[in-house]
C-alpha cells in the first residue's frame, strides 16, 4: 500500500509579516541581508549541504508564500532553495516565481556567504540566528570546527522548537491601543537609478572609538549614530529647501529588537519601530541638543508599556473582523494605503542597529567580517543598517537614487567628530 | 592606504574612486599593486523592465483592425459598398481615443478630453448621416451634452489632481453644484429638442438636494471643530 502522503504543513504569517506581501510590487519586496565574510574562498556543494542540514533544524524558512482567499500563508515544501551567485546589486527585489516561491535566497561570492531574507519569514534577529547556524554548519563540514551550539546558533540535529516560531506579537499584546498617526517626515529625493539599481556603500568604523565617543556623551551607540545621522539628513534639508515654513520634520525609523523588552524566544519578526527626530523648523540644533532629545525619546518610548500598546494596536487591526473577512485583493489595497499612510512617510529614513555579533572563538577564527544591510525601503530612497563583529562597526547604506548625499553627509560628519571611517562601495568601475 | 581629499574618508584599496563624491583615488605609491578583490562582483542582477503599457495599447490597437476589416469586407460583399460598417469605425475611434490613446500619447490632460469629444462628436455624426435622420438631435442633444460632459470632466479631474490647492470639502461642494447643474443643462437642451423650452422641473429634484449638500458641505468646512470631528469619526 502505498504510504500516505503527510498532511502539509503550513503556518499563518505573524502579526508584522503581513503588511509585506500586502506591500510587495514587481520591484520592490522587503528585504534584508545579512552576511559573514570567511577566511578562504566558500565552496558551493559544502554551503548546499550545510543549507539543507540548516532548514531541517528551521524547516519553515525553506516555506513558500501562498495566496489564500482571505490571508497569506506560508506553505511547506519538500524542495530546497538553489545556492546563487552573488550580483553586484544586493537585495534587488525578490520575485517570488523566478525565486521558486522560496522567501529567502543564500548567495555567495568569494569567501562570503550571503542570506538575503524576506521579511515575511523573520527579522534580523531571526535571520542572525540563520546565518549563524548556516555558518557553522558549513564550518562543521569544511574543516570539522566543533563550535558549540547554543540560542544562537542552533544545533542541527535536533529538531525544531514550538516557540521559534511563536508569533509573540500576539501573545504579548494588551488591552490599549492608540492612533498610529504621526507628522509625515521629510524625505530625501533624487535622481532614480537605470533598472533598479541598488547601491551599497559600507562604512566602517573602530567599534570602540564609536563606544568611547557615545559613553564620553552618556549615550548608547545606536542614539549616537542616529543623532549623527538625523542632524546628516537635517543639513540636506537645509540646503535644498529654500524657505524654513517648508522645512518638515525629520526623523528616523529605528528598529527595536521586542526580544530585549519582552520574554521571547521566537526567531520571527519580534521588532518595533520607534522614531526619534527634530523639528528643522525650530532652528538650528547641535549634536549635543540631538543627543540628548534622542536619548530621552529613547528612553521614554523603549518601555514596556508603551511598546505594549503599539504592539496592541497592530494585533488589534489584524483581528478587526471587517478586516478578517475581507477578500484578500481588497485586503491587500487597504493595507497599501495605511501603508502608504503611516509607513515610510513618517521617517525620512531608517537606521537598523543589529548591535554586536559575538561569535565562539572556535568559529570567529575563521569568519572575518560580519555585514548586515537592508533592502531598499518603499518610499525612502535610502536607508541604513549597521552590525558590530571582530571590533569593526559596519554601517551600510542602501540607496536607489544616483545621488549619495547622506551617505557623504553622515560619513564625513562622523570623520570631523574624530571617528575615523573606512568606506568601500559596489560602484560599478 | 589612500584618503578621499574632498571626503576625509580612508578607501578600501578595491575603490577606484571615492564612492561618496566620485574623486578619483591615485596613490603614486601603490600604483604597482596588483588589483584587489571587489567587494561585489560585476554581474547585476536587472529588473525586468515594468509592464510596457505604451507596447500592450498599441497591439490591442492593432487587435482593434480586425473587427474592423472583418466588418467592413462583410459589409462590401453583402451591400456592395461600406455602409453600416462606418458605425464600427466611429465605435472603435471612441474606444481608443478614450481607453487607448491615453497609454500611446503623452499631453496634456485637457486634450486627451477635448480629443475624446471629437471623437464621440465624429460616432454621432456618422450615426445622423447613416440613419439620414433629422439634423435637430444631434445639434440641440448629441454634441451639446457631448461637450457639457467633456467639461465636467476636465473640471472634476482639475478638483481631483493632487496640485489642487482647495480644501477637500471645497471640492466637494464645486463637484456636488456642477453635477447639479449639468443635470439641469440636459434638461434644458432636452427642452429645447422638444420645441418648448419651459421651467425646468425633475432636474431640480437633483439640483436641489445637490445644492443643499454642497452648502452644508462649504458650511462645514468653515467649522474647524467639526472639521476635526468628522476627521477623528472617519479616521481608519
Known amino acids: 500500500m502505498p504510504k500516505k502522503k503527510n498532511a502539509s504543513k503550513w503556518m499563518k504569517l505573524d502579526n508584522a509579516a503581513l503588511i509585506y506581501p500586502a506591500t510587495m510590487n514587481r520591484s520592490w519586496t522587503a528585504l534584508f541581508r545579512l552576511s559573514a565574510t570567511l577566511t578562504e574562498r566558500v565552496d558551493e556543494d559544502i554551503l548546499e549541504v550545510a543549507q539543507k542540514r540548516t532548514l531541517r533544524r528551521l524547516p519553515w524558512f525553506a516555506y513558500k508564500l501562498k495566496r489564500g482567499l482571505f490571508w497569506f500563508y506560508l506553505e511547506h515544501s519538500d524542495d530546497l532553495p538553489r545556492i546563487e551567485e552573488d550580483v553586484a546589486n544586493p537585495c534587488v527585489r525578490m520575485r517570488l516565481n523566478e525565486n521558486d516561491g522560496f522567501c529567502m535566497r543564500v548567495r555567495y561570492y568569494h569567501n562570503r556567504i550571503a542570506v538575503e531574507f524576506f521579511h515575511v519569514l523573520t527579522d534580523g534577529t531571526g535571520g542572525q540566528v540563520f546565518l549563524q547556524t548556516l555558518v557553522a554548519e558549513y564550518l562543521r563540514l569544511k574543516y570539522g ?285 | 592606504m589612500s584618503y578621499c581629499v574632498n571626503c576625509g574618508v580612508e578607501l578600501q584599496k578595491s575603490e577606484p574612486r571615492c564612492p561618496l563624491c566620485g574623486t578619483e583615488v591615485i596613490n603614486p605609491n601603490e600604483i604597482a599593486e596588483e588589483k584587489p578583490v571587489r567587494p561585489y562582483p560585476s554581474h547585476v542582477e536587472h529588473l525586468d523592465r515594468s509592464v510596457d503599457r505604451r507596447y500592450i495599447a498599441s497591439f490591442i490597437s492593432l487587435l482593434l483592425l480586425i473587427p474592423l476589416f472583418t466588418t467592413m469586407l462583410a459589409n462590401i460583399l453583402v451591400s456592395g459598398g461600406l455602409t453600416w460598417s462606418y458605425l464600427v469605425l466611429g465605435g472603435e475611434l471612441v474606444v481608443f481615443t478614450v481607453f487607448l490613446l491615453p497609454m500611446i500619447a503623452r499631453m496634456p490632460k485637457v486634450l486627451y478630453a477635448a480629443i475624446d469629444a471629437v471623437a464621440v462628436g465624429v460616432l454621432l455624426l456618422l450615426i445622423r448621416v447613416l440613419t439620414q435622420s433629422e439634423w435637430d438631435w444631434l445639434l440641440l442633444l448629441g454634441l451639446p451634452i457631448t461637450g457639457l460632459a467633456t467639461l465636467m470632466c476636465w473640471f472634476f479631474s482639475a478638483m481631483a489632481s493632487p496640485k489642487c490647492r482647495l480644501p477637500v470639502l471645497v471640492r466637494f461642494t464645486f463637484a456636488l453644484a456642477c453635477v447639479g447643474l449639468f443635470v439641469v443643462a440636459i434638461e434644458f437642451f432636452i427642452g429645447l429638442y422638444m420645441h418648448a423650452i419651459f421651467w425646468p422641473t425633475w432636474s431640480l429634484y437633483v439640483l436641489f438636494p445637490c445644492l443643499v449638500l454642497a452648502s452644508s458641505l462649504l458650511l462645514l468646512n468653515r467649522r474647524a471643530r467639526v472639521k476635526e470631528e468628522i476627521k477623528k469619526r472617519f479616521y481608519f
Open chain 1, 145 to 429: 570546527a566543533n563550535i558549540p551550539r547554543g540560542d544562537k546558533i542552533l544545533d542541527c540535529s535536533e529538531p525544531s522548537q514550538p516557540e521559534e516560531t511563536e508569533d509573540s506579537f500576539a501573545v504579548h499584546s494588551g488591552k490599549i491601543t492608540q492612533s498610529r498617526k504621526e507628522v509625515k517626515a521629510y524625505h530625501i529625493k533624487g535622481t532614480d537609478e537605470r533598472s533598479g539599481f541598488v547601491h551599497i556603500i559600507t562604512g566602517s568604523m573602530n567599534a570602540a572609538d564609536v563606544l568611547a565617543k557615545a559613553r564620553e556623551k552618556g549615550v548608547s551607540v545606536t542614539e549616537y549614530l542616529t543623532a549623527a545621522l538625523i542632524l546628516s539628513v537635517d543639513a540636506i534639508q537645509r540646503r535644498r529647501v529654500p524657505s524654513v515654513h517648508k522645512y518638515k520634520p525629520v526623523k528616523l525609523s529605528v528598529p527595536i529588537n521586542l526580544r530585549n523588552v519582552f520574554p521571547s524566544k521566537t526567531l520571527r519578526n519580534f521588532a518595533n519601530y520607534v522614531n526619534p527626530g527634530i523639528d528643522p523648523r525650530l532652528g538650528e540644533y547641535t549634536f549635543d541638543e540631538t543627543l540628548n532629545i534622542v536619548h530621552h525619546f529613547m528612553a521614554m518610548e523603549v518601555t514596556p508599556k508603551l511598546l505594549n500598546v503599539k504592539i496592541t494596536t497592530n494585533v488589534r487591526s489584524e483581528r478587526n473582523a471587517v478586516l478578517r473577512l475581507m477578500p484578500l485583493f481588497i485586503k491587500n489595497m487597504a493595507l497599501k494605503y495605511v501603508y502608504s499612510q503611516v509607513g515610510d512617510a513618517l521617517s525620512s529614513t531608517t537606521l537598523s542597529n543589529l548591535g554586536v555579533a559575538k561569535l565562539p572563538e572556535e568559529m570567529a577564527q575563521y569568519v572575518r567580517r560580519m555585514d548586515f544591510i537592508l533592502g531598499p525601503l518603499a518610499d525612502n530612497r535610502v536607508c541604513c543598517a549597521s552590525l558590530t563583529y571582530n571590533g569593526r562597526l559596519r554601517v551600510n547604506f542602501t540607496r536607489t537614487i544616483a545621488e549619495p548625499v547622506l551617505e557623504r553627509e553622515f560619513f564625513t560628519r562622523l570623520v570631523k567628530l574624530g571617528i575615523p571611517v573606512k568606506v568601500e562601495s559596489n560602484q560599478q568601475s
